[in-house]
């Protein structure tokens, strides 16, 4: 059984997910379909102990990760031995023994169409609005992107210098969703971006994107269009989050930035790790940006040997396939594949096979002092 195999890579299954919004035909063509379809399931989570917040399928349960080919959810997995898997003791955290949280999230998403504008709470605003020890602070790697009605992919980051809370909440009232877009700054993206949002930001995905995000664990999402630009309707709830349409604007940031500091602060630059003749990894965003994660790009050409980390963390196989082997075994790597790996699995060893290299994403939580899982329930 995996759980008898101790500090092995644990194999996960890869949900998907609805959103208001449209997309997903490339995580279908990614997984192999030939002709993927863009629908209301834009959205692959990985290493996933939180539901989704989605008005109406509250029963479903969607984004909860499973072990591979089973029934049963990480998060009940983790919580019969926290202390062998995530590498903390009981008197660990600030909350409830079980009631844990990963401290991370990571999706895969694809845009056929732009995403609402929006904003997530930072962690003052989530404790004070939500009750919950999470924000939602995440970042946007770039993994690729195609034009939609002839325009390239591009993100929407941050207000234009002038706008206050007064104006923003004007054009919500009216609904004036020009002068929304007209507020916010917008930037184009290519494949290799990096992208920091932090929590109370306002921003959105463009169309044609199609990225990894990571992020601290919730779904808390206060979106400000009542209606898709497909022409979908959103419901009150999916805006608000419950707060009601006064009290949700007191998630957003309206502190003045130029372009350029938002920029500068927010574009993140990759960090080389490792480069040996087998390969190399990279940092897309490391701890010296934000505390709250970290992803790591591995790219395998013959075999690699990842450096030893004390902490848990998760794989995503993008391209290739080979094996990864640590002390007690060996497990087959394959496109699409994504793994929990326990904290203390040693020194992992990656080979590519096939005659094509192996594309990998490696994630961790946050940095806490040695310990990378907070105790305390995040809010789903």
């Known amino acids: 059984m995996e759980e008898m195999r101790g500090g092995m890579p644990i194999r ?46 509250e029963g479903y349960k969607e984004g909860m990760s499973h072990l591979y080919g089973t029934d049963r959810t990480l998060k009940a997995f983790l919580e019969k031995d926290p202390e062998r898997y995530l590498g903390v003791s009981k008197g660990d955290g600030d909350g409830l023994w079980g009631d844990f949280s990963l401290g991370v999230l990571v999706k895969l998403i694809d845009s056929a169409e732009r995403l609402t504008l929006q904003v997530h709470p930072d962690r003052q605003a989530a404790m004070e609005l939500f009750q919950s020890p999470y924000g939602k602070t995440e970042c946007w790697h770039i993994l690729g992107g195609q034009p939609v009605d002839g325009e390239d992919p591009c993100i929407y980051l941050g207000f234009r210098p002038g706008v206050t809370r007064q104006h923003w909440e004007h054009l919500f009232d009216i609904q004036d969703i020009p002068g929304m877009l007209e507020a916010m700054q917008k930037f184009y993206v290519h494949p290799g971006d990096t992208i ?70 927010c574009f993140i630059q990759a960090v080389p790790v490792l480069e040996t003749e087998g390969g190399k990894i990279v ?45 007690k075994g060996t497990v087959p790597l394959e496109k699409t594949a994504q793994f929990f790996v326990p904290a203390g699995s040693g020194a992992l060893k990656v080979r590519a096979e096939g005659g094509k290299p192996l594309r990998i994403l490696h994630f961790w939580g946050p940095c806490k002092e040695g310990a990378a899982v907070q105790t305390g329930e995040a809010q789903p």
């Open 12 to 57: 996960l299954d890869n949900p998907r997910v609805w959103r208001t919004y449209l997309g997903g035909s490339r995580l279908d063509r990614l997984h192999g379909k030939k002709e993927g379809a863009d629908g209301h399931f834009p959205e692959e989570w990985i290493m996933s102990v939180v539901a989704a917040r989605n008005a109406g399928r």
């Open 196 to 265: 920091l949002i932090p929590g109370g930001m306002p921003h959105a995905i463009g169309a044609g994107c199609f990225l990894a995000e990571i992020q601290e664990p919730t779904d808390l999402t206060i979106r400000v269009e009542r209606t898709t630009p497909s022409g979908f309707p959103v419901d009150d709830l999916m805006c608000h989050q419950g707060l009601g349409f006064a009290r949700m604007f007191d998630a957003f940031h309206y502190e003045e930035q130029s372009r350029e500091e938002i920029r500068e602060s």
């Open 283 to 327: 940092t897309h965003i490391g701890y010296g940006s934000t505390p709250l994660f970290r992803l790591d790009e591995i790219r395998v050409e013959h075999e690699l040997t990842l450096p030893q980390e004390m902490a848990f963390s998760g794989l995503y196989v993008l391209e290739g396939a080979g094996r990864i082997s640590a002390e």
